[in-house]
C-alpha cells in the first residue's frame, strides 16, 4: 500500500512530519481528519514537501518567474480557477477536469500552463505543488489555497473563494485605476503645455524683445529664457538622464529595505496614504477570512495573505504579527501594535478570536472595509484634480508673468 508524508503545524508554531499508508491522496486525507489532524501538505514518499513560510524582507527582490515560461493575467487565471471548480463541483475527478478545461482553453498561455499542470498531477503531485513548480501567474496566494483545497477535501468549494478572491482583487485594481487616469492624463497634457510654451513659443515671442533694446529684463523672464536655452540645447541630455534614472531608481527599489522606506513614507501621504491603507486592509481581510475559513491555519494564512498586501511597510508588520502570533499572543494586539491597521479591523478580530467567529467576522468586514475603499477614491478622485490645477496654475502664472513683465516694461520705456 502507498505511503504518504504530510506535514502540520502545532498550536504553538511548530512544524512536524509523518507518514500514513492509505490506497490514495482521497483515502489518506480521510484517514487524517479522523485523527484530527489538518496537514499542510501531504505528498507521495519521494516527492519533496513544500515549505510553507514565505520569504522575509531581508535581500534583494527577485521575480520568481521561471523564463521562457508564458503567463496569463490574474482575471483570465480567476476565470480557470472557477472553470476548475465548476467541474469539480459538478462531480469530475480533479484529472478529468484540468483536461476538459484543457480541451476548452483558448490563447497561447493557457494551454501551456494546463499541460504542466496535468502533466504534474499525473506524475503524482499534488495540484498546488505543480502550480508552485510553475511559477507566476500562481503566487503564494493561489497556491496556498490549492494546498488547502487538497489538504481538507473540499475542493470545488475552496476553488469557488479563490476565484471570487480573485475577482475582487481584479475589480479593485481596475477601480484604483479608473480613479485615477483621468487626472493622470490632465497632469500629462498641462506639463505638455508649459514644456511647449517655455521651450518653443517663448524664446520666438521675446526674441525681439532681449534684441536690439536695453530695456531690463525681469528675473522671472531670466529664469525662463535660461531654462529654455537650457532645454533646447542640452535636451538629449536629459532625456538620457531620464532614462538611465528611471532603470537606476528601479533597482534602488528592488532593495526591500529601500522599498519599505519608500512606502513607508507614501502611507503619510495626505489622502494618498489613506486610499493606500484602505486598500491593502481590504485586501488583508477579505484573503485573510478566505484563506482561514478554507481551513488554513492562522500562522500559515498571515504568511500567505501578507504578499497580497503590495506594500512593505505593511508587510514587515505582518512578519512581526507572524512572530507574536507564533509565540502565543492574540492576533489583535499586534496588530493594533503596528499603527497601519484601523481600529474597527482590530476591535472585529479581537470580537472573532474570544467568540470563536473570527472567519465569518472578516468575512462580514471585508464589505465593509470595500465600502470604505470606494469612499476613499471618490475622495481622491476630488482632490488630485484640484491639486494638480493648483499647481499648474502656480506653474503656468510664473511662465505668464515672465512674458508680460518685458512688454509691460517696453511700454513703459516708450510711453517715457
Do not use: C
Amino acid at each position: 500500500m502507498p505511503s504518504f508524508r504530510y506535514q502540520t503545524m502545532g498550536p504553538d508554531g511548530t512544524m512536524s512530519i509523518g507518514s500514513v499508508s492509505a490506497s490514495d491522496r482521497g483515502s489518506a486525507v480521510r484517514m487524517l481528519g479522523e485523527r484530527g489532524i489538518l496537514p499542510l501538505s501531504l505528498e507521495a514518499e519521494g516527492v519533496e514537501s513544500v515549505r510553507t513560510r514565505a520569504p522575509r524582507l531581508s535581500g534583494p527582490i527577485h521575480a520568481s518567474a521561471v523564463r521562457g515560461r508564458p503567463a496569463i493575467s490574474r482575471a483570465e487565471l480567476a476565470n480557470l480557477v472557477r472553470e476548475l471548480a465548476t467541474a469539480l463541483e459538478a462531480g469530475l475527478p480533479l484529472m478529468q477536469a484540468l483536461k476538459t478545461t484543457r480541451r476548452q482553453a483558448a490563447g497561447k498561455a493557457l494551454p501551456v500552463i494546463l499541460d504542466h499542470l496535468i502533466e504534474g498531477v499525473e506524475a503524482g503531485q499534488p495540484l498546488f505543488q505543480a502550480a508552485k513548480d510553475y511559477g507566476p501567474p500562481f503566487d503564494e496566494m493561489t497556491v496556498g489555497m490549492f494546498r488547502a483545497a487538497d489538504a481538507t477535501g473540499r475542493m470545488s468549494e475552496i476553488m469557488h473563494q479563490l476565484a471570487d478572491l480573485l475577482d475582487r482583487s481584479v475589480e479593485l485594481r481596475r477601480e484604483v485605476i479608473g480613479a485615477t487616469i483621468y487626472p493622470m492624463i490632465l497632469a500629462g497634457i498641462m506639463t505638455a503645455s508649459i514644456i511647449t510654451m517655455v521651450t518653443f513659443v517663448l524664446p520666438k515671442l521675446l526674441a525681439p524683445i532681449t534684441s536690439g533694446t536695453k530695456i531690463a529684463i525681469p528675473w522671472p523672464t531670466q529664469v525662463l529664457m535660461s531654462l529654455a536655452s537650457f532645454v533646447g540645447t542640452w535636451w538629449w541630455v536629459m532625456l538620457l538622464g531620464a532614462t538611465i534614472g528611471w532603470f537606476a531608481l528601479r533597482g534602488w527599489l528592488r532593495v526591500p529595505a529601500n522599498r519599505m522606506v519608500v512606502d513607508a513614507a507614501l502611507l503619510k501621504v495626505p489622502v494618498l496614504g489613506t486610499l493606500l491603507r484602505d486598500v491593502a486592509v481590504a485586501r488583508f481581510t477579505r484573503t485573510l477570512g478566505t484563506l482561514v475559513s478554507a481551513g488554513i491555519p492562522i500562522l500559515t494564512a498571515l504568511r500567505t495573505v501578507r504578499d497580497t498586501l503590495g506594500n512593505y511597510a505593511m508587510m514587515a508588520a505582518i512578519d512581526d504579527v507572524s512572530d507574536r502570533v507564533s509565540t502565543g499572543a492574540s492576533l489583535a494586539d499586534p496588530l493594533e501594535r503596528s499603527g497601519h491597521f484601523p481600529p474597527l479591523l482590530i476591535q472585529i478580530v479581537n470580537i472573532g478570536e474570544k467568540s470563536g467567529k473570527l472567519e465569518p467576522m472578516l468575512m462580514h468586514a471585508a464589505g465593509a472595509f470595500d465600502r470604505q475603499v470606494n469612499n476613499s477614491l471618490k475622495l481622491f478622485t476630488k482632490i488630485l484634480p484640484i491639486a494638480l490645477l493648483l499647481v499648474m496654475s502656480v506653474v503656468a502664472g510664473f511662465v505668464l508673468v515672465g512674458m508680460l513683465l518685458p512688454l509691460l516694461n517696453m511700454q513703459t520705456a516708450l510711453g517715457a
